[in-house]
């Protein structure tokens, strides 16, 4: 099967008042590659979620983000009792010092107000999990995991159609250029007796026959037609029967591409040349499509 390396996948659950959000993004990498974004997951757990990801994705530049907020739209928050009465004291001999006869009511609110904007003073405390929290973000994660997968696949069955398509192009211009065979050793031929006639040669008939067949023979390009069928059809196979095949398909695309250009260095015929520059930007396509299959 084949499946995407770029996928995006979100998932949103609650524990108590909290709600979590999840956002796994996927693209493009040669190993697994997570950032795992957040503030509030225990550290003992980091390892465990890295984990599980690169099981599931195995291979992509990976991103995961996780957010919390309040579903009442308010977080329970605790005031330090013990720095406040410290702040409240304090600040009451302050203001007794400076003034003897103070307003006792408007000082003392006057006091709690400003006591209460003080740091540390009042906190709410968000970055602690209860096993609750914990187990319901990996029940996100996991939800956005099985939903990033689902996204590959439909990418990967769009990459696919377009693969077997290329393959089949190449395959279609290899035949038209086994058409250009029946006139290019005729054409070889008399373009080296010309170019004895023009040089005023007499060669030995015997040894000419004997030199031109052996100079032929070296532009022969049938087993460089043979194998890149054979390439071709190893990378439908591969394509169909191996769960991760994007590297293998990176290799069988280099040996395609060996094949071709050993059929034009060898055409000497302008129709095949054409043909040859066709199939390599048939095969330059399959490269970059296969960058993007896991």
Known sequence: MVLSMTGYGKSE????????????RSLNGKNCDISLKSSILPKDKDLEFRQYVTKRLVRGNIDIFLTVETVSGSEARKIDTGLFQDYYSQISELVR?????????????AIVSSVLRFPDVVSADRNELSEEDVEAISQGLHEAVDA?????????????????TRVDNIGAILAEAEAFECERVPSVRQRLLSRMEELSLTPDR????????????KLDVNEEKVRLRQHCRYF???????????????????????????????????????????MKDELEKIKEQVLNIL
């Open 236 to 278: 439908r196979d591969t394509m169909e029967g191996e769960e991760c095949p994007g590297r293998k398909l990176g290799f069988i695309a280099q040996e395609m591409g060996r094949e071709i250009n050993t059929l034009g260095s060898k055409s000497n015929h302008a129709g095949m040349q054409k043909c040859v520059v066709r």
């Open 97 to 109: 010092s400076v003034r003897q006869d103070p307003d006792e009511n408007y000082m003392s609110s």
């Open 148 to 164: 990033l997968i689902a996204f590959r696949a439909r990418e990967g069955a769009v990459l696919r159609a377009d693969l077997i």
């Open 13 to 24: 659950v609650t524990s108590g008042n909290r709600k979590y959000t999840v956002e796994v």
């Open 206 to 217: 015997d040894r000419l026959e004997q030199e031109m067949i052996f100079y032929l023979e």
